[in-house]
């Protein structure tokens, strides 16, 4: 069974310009939950989706959006990006939404903004 | 709100060693709390979970306890080995209610285990 991935791996942007990032969950998974990673902030919860469906945002600026398609794939989008957006960008999808249930990460999208 | 708190890192240890990550956290009533690792340009893995306390999940040599009475999750290993170098990081999901299973992370701790 194929894991959760996203792409690009790696991205390079300058300030001001937008980025979208794709992640496509294992087969079957219904809910995408994205994160961020940097060295200060560790681990911040970004957004989650369910059936196409919004279900919890974190707390970041409205640059930061999302969708997910009715295959589950989900997109998040990055606008007028900032230095301080550099960071790892974490996809993770599950087979629900319960609490209990596993959360399967892909590699990430390494976001360098200059 | 809810919160994971890690002890300091990073640690280093000898192979073979024993090892003891401290996780405590702070939510109402009973979430489900997760180890994850990370390799070096990786995603996270899932290491272990509990979801109800006094429930031991374990995984590759890797244990921990649901304690509700310390509110802690640490994580233990007998015998570490050179494969174990990695950050790993503590995590809580709120009660199983469906209405919002985000994960929340402690700041992770780098562990690097010498030959």
């Known amino acids: 069974k194929a894991g959760v991935t996203q792409t690009p791996r790696y991205l390079i942007k300058t300030r001001g310009q937008q980025v979208t990032l794709s992640c496509s969950p294992i087969?079957?998974?219904?809910?995408v939950s994205w994160y961020q990673q940097t060295p200060g902030q560790g681990l911040q919860f970004l957004f989650e989706?369910?059936?196409?469906?919004?279900?919890n945002k974190g707390n970041f600026p409205g640059r930061f959006s999302g969708r997910q398609f009715s295959n589950s794939r989900s997109e998040m989008n990055v606008s007028t990006l900032e230095l301080g957006d550099s960071a790892l960008y974490l996809c993770?999808?599950?087979?629900?939404?319960?609490?209990?249930?596993?959360?399967?990460f892909g590699q990430g999208t390494r976001l360098t903004v200059v | 709100g809810n919160s994971v708190t890690q002890m300091e890192g990073p640690v280093t240890l000898s192979e073979e060693a024993f090892l003891t990550i401290n996780c405590t956290y702070t939510a109402t009533g009973y979430p489900s709390l997760f180890w994850y690792v990370q390799y070096p340009g990786e995603g996270l893995q899932l290491l272990l979970k509990a979801t109800k306390a006094d429930d031991k999940g374990s995984n590759k040599g890797f244990e921990a306890t649901y304690r509700k009475e310390t509110t802690s999750f640490h994580l233990e290993k007998g015998s570490v080995q050179v494969s174990d170098s990695a950050v790993y990081f503590c995590a809580l999901s709120p009660q199983n209610t469906g209405a919002n299973s985000k994960l929340t992370f402690g700041k992770g701790i780098t562990l690097s285990v010498r030959p």
């Open positions: 993770a999808s599950k087979l629900g939404v319960r609490g209990n249930t596993e959360a399967f």
């Open positions: 087969s079957g998974h219904r809910s």
């Open positions: 989706y369910f059936s196409e469906t919004q279900r």
